[in-house]
């Protein structure tokens, strides 16, 4: 599996498949989902309503509708709770059910955020490592995953983590 850092728009990528860090009702919010929503235009919340929600650590897949990428797959992240709840674990799953869903509709390149970074408070250096580990260790047919970072402190974490440096 081919594997990147950018850091950028993951609303603009030309990826099979774009990963949402999403909550748990799956109707949007803040950060990149709420990006993700407004770029995908109202059909894609009316999609999610559908789906009746997602827990933490699972992933369910919609449509893209007026994103390039044609998928976009949902997952919940754990809330940061100081590393002792099974925070790395549930991350871990996150990636682990994208990357299924991901094979389920034939995805070959797939765009993640850091997710659970943001709001949910997951350290930057942790979540960096648990991802770059979790995909490379994953049996996936999917060809080619980008990490999409928002600044270039989580490029430098990811980046880290995938020269293990």
Same mark, same amino acid.
């Given at each position: 599996?081919?594997?990147?850092?950018?850091?950028?728009?993951?609303?603009?990528?030309?990826?099979?498949?774009?990963?949402?860090?999403?909550?748990?009702?799956?109707?949007?919010?803040?950060?990149?989902?709420?990006?993700?929503? %407004?770029?995908?235009?109202?059909?894609?919340? %009316?999609?999610?309503?559908?789906?009746?929600?997602?827990?933490?650590?699972?992933?369910?897949?919609?449509?893209?509708? %007026?994103?390039?990428?044609?998928?976009?797959?949902?997952?919940?992240?754990?809330?940061?709770?100081?590393?002792?709840?099974?925070?790395?674990?549930?991350?871990?799953?996150?990636?682990?059910?994208?990357?299924?869903?991901?094979?389920?509709?034939?995805?070959?390149?797939?765009?993640f955020p850091a997710i659970a970074t943001g709001v949910y408070g997951y350290p930057v250096?942790?979540?960096?490592?648990?991802?770059?580990?979790?995909?490379?260790?994953?049996?996936?047919?999917?060809?080619?995953?980008?990490?999409?970072?928002?600044?270039?402190?989580?490029?430098?974490?990811?980046?880290?983590?995938?020269?293990?440096?």
């Open positions: 599996m081919e594997i990147g850092i950018v850091v950028g728009d993951i609303t603009a990528l030309d990826t099979d498949a774009i990963v949402n860090a999403a909550n748990s009702s799956l109707l949007g919010g803040g950060g990149v989902d709420g990006a993700i929503h %407004r770029a995908a235009g109202p059909e894609l919340v %009316r999609h999610c309503r559908a789906l009746g929600g997602c827990r933490v650590g699972d992933a369910k897949v919609t449509p893209g509708f %007026r994103l390039r990428a044609r998928w976009v797959i949902h997952t919940v992240g754990p809330r940061w709770r100081g590393g002792d709840q099974g925070e790395d674990e549930l991350l871990a799953s996150c990636y682990r059910s994208s990357l299924a869903r991901a094979d389920e509709v034939e995805a070959r390149s797939v765009a250096v942790e979540a960096a490592s648990v991802a770059v580990g979790t995909v490379q260790r994953t049996a996936t047919a999917v060809e080619s995953v980008v990490f999409v970072c928002f600044d270039e402190r989580n490029r430098r974490a990811y980046e880290a983590a995938l020269t293990g440096t």
